[in-house]
């Protein structure tokens, strides 16, 4: 029973570069989310999809875009990356959208 | 949408209760408030969820009063395992059908053989 897996789950990326961040949850759950933790800033919703076909901005999105690939897949996708996205990114799932969350294990990525 | 607010850190020793609060001044009637516990390198953990009053699971209870404006989980008799940080969500759905959520900056809690 994985629960929410994230791949990768470190990276090292340069300035300019893209990269996708991919989310998978067997839990059948409808909804899905990502965070980034910042040291001494809590986490911050960057976006989520209440159900499968619909996503919506939270707290942090510029710079960020995300795709409900179907019900167990969102991912997030970095166009530019920029040394202010170094953070550790959370995916979380849950059934519905107010119900505990269950979270992924992160990616931590580093952009030089 | 409400700002939470929580102590840094906490230190206890094992066997004690331990209290941690989060303001929310300004949560709003549909807020729900869910705490989490983390370990380093590990995602949040669902501890508890509640709306108001009191609630109760196997391993905390969340006492919330009747201005809802802060939440207090509780933890009984704490063992050196619950050494982690902790955070209280408020999340919230709006009148346009989208959701917010908001996590504390988190407490830190150490606990003490």
């Known amino acids: 029973n994985a629960g929410v897996t994230q791949t990768p789950k470190f990276q090292v990326l340069k300035t300019g570069q893209s990269m996708t961040l991919q989310c998978a949850q067997d839990?059948?759950?409808?909804?899905m989310y990502w965070y980034r933790q910042d040291p001494g800033m809590g986490l911050r919703l960057i976006y989520y999809?209440?159900?499968?076909?619909?996503?919506d901005k939270g707290e942090v999105p510029n710079g960020y875009n995300v795709s409900r690939l179907n019900k167990r897949e969102f991912s997030l996708r970095l166009e530019s990356a920029a040394p202010s996205q170094t953070s550790v990114y959370f995916c979380?799932?849950?059934?519905?959208?107010?119900?505990?969350?269950?979270f992924g294990d992160g990616t931590r990525l580093s952009i030089l | 949408l409400a700002k939470t607010t929580q102590p840094i850190s906490m230190d206890s020793y094992e066997g004690q209760e331990v209290n941690i609060t989060c303001s929310h001044n300004?949560?709003?009637?549909?807020?729900?408030i869910t705490w989490y516990q983390q370990f380093p390198s590990q995602g949040p953990r669902f501890i508890i969820q509640g709306y108001k009053t009191k609630v109760t699971n196997e391993v905390a209870s969340l006492f919330i009063p009747a201005d809802r404006k802060s939440s207090t989980l509780s933890l009984p008799r704490v063992s050196l395992s619950d050494t982690a940080v902790y955070y209280c969500?408020?999340?919230?759905?709006?009148?346009?059908?989208?959701?917010?959520?908001?996590f504390g900056t988190g407490t830190r809690l150490k606990v003490l053989a």
């Open positions: 969500l408020v999340g919230d759905i709006r009148g346009s059908g989208t959701y917010k959520y908001i």
């Open positions: 839990m059948n759950h409808n909804s």
């Open positions: 999809s209440a159900s499968e076909g619909t996503t």
């Open positions: 300004n949560i709003a009637t549909n807020d729900y």
């Open positions: 979380a799932s849950s059934e519905p959208p107010l119900q505990p969350q269950h």
